[in-house]
């Protein structure tokens, strides 16, 4: 497996709480991606990175912002919970791009109550 | 809406049959990429098959490119209850230079002993 880290990989919590998940690689890729999968949705892309402190959004954006400070986190962060949020989210990471396979970590699964 | 869709949604079937997974999608693609997820666990990438390509193989593993059809297929051939997962067809567009993956909603196979 590729060596990616998400943590933590279960985490209750209220509505209106700020959430971080981390996702740490040890591939030294240059892409990683946050997405959450839903029953009904597949895989919905949230935010993605294409080096450190470049990032950009994906298709459900709202509510989620990251950061990338270092090449091996990518941090995902809830400002203020809903309970729409429940999800489990997946970090993934590539070596070039989505023209490359995408390398998943265990996912996150996140209960927002 | 998915640019891919598979099809079946579900499929059941006994060890030592052959499985076939379809995938439609819509636009002109660069690639598509067939990923595996077993039950709590992330997506694994298994095959990626270029648009200018029309088979590949990997072990028990074939797939199929129609792009005329816009289509793709997976067979999993000697099915063994280990390959019960679900699993996803993902199509990178033509399109733009942050080119992502567009992901269809899975098939659940069951490989019942």
């Known amino acids: 497996d590729a060596g990616i880290t998400q943590s933590p990989r279960h985490k209750v919590t209220e509505t209106g709480t700020p959430v971080t998940l981390r996702c740490h690689q040890t591939?030294?890729?240059?892409?990683m991606y946050w997405y959450r999968q839903d029953p009904g949705h597949g895989l919905r892309l949230i935010h993605y990175?294409?080096?450190?402190?470049?990032?950009d959004k994906g298709e459900v954006s709202d509510g989620y912002s990251v950061s990338r400070s270092k090449t091996e986190d990518f941090l995902l962060t809830l400002e203020s919970a809903t309970s729409s949020q429940t999800s489990v989210y997946f970090c993934?990471?590539?070596?070039?791009?989505?023209?490359?396979?995408?390398?998943f970590g265990d996912g996150t699964r996140l209960s927002i109550l | 809406s998915q640019q891919g869709e598979e099809d079946p949604q579900a499929l059941s079937i006994q060890e030592g049959e052959n499985a076939t997974m379809n995938c439609s999608y819509k636009?002109?693609?660069?690639?598509l990429q067939w990923y595996r997820q077993n039950s709590g666990r992330g997506l694994v990438h298994l095959i990626l098959?270029?648009?200018n390509e029309r088979e590949k193989h990997s072990g028990r593993l074939r797939v199929t490119l129609d792009t005329s059809k816009k289509s793709s297929s997976l067979l999993i051939t000697a099915s063994r209850a280990a390959d019960t997962a679900s699993y996803f067809c993902?199509?990178?567009?033509?399109?733009?230079?942050?080119?992502?993956?567009?992901w269809g909603l899975g098939t659940s196979l069951a490989v019942n002993p």
């Open positions: 990175s294409y080096g450190v402190k470049d990032t």
């Open positions: 591939e030294n890729h240059r892409y």
């Open positions: 993934a990471i590539s070596p070039t791009g989505d023209v490359q396979p995408q390398h």
């Open positions: 098959i270029r648009s």
């Open positions: 636009t002109s693609i660069n690639n």
């Open positions: 993902a199509t990178v567009l033509n399109a733009g230079n942050n080119r992502k993956l567009i």
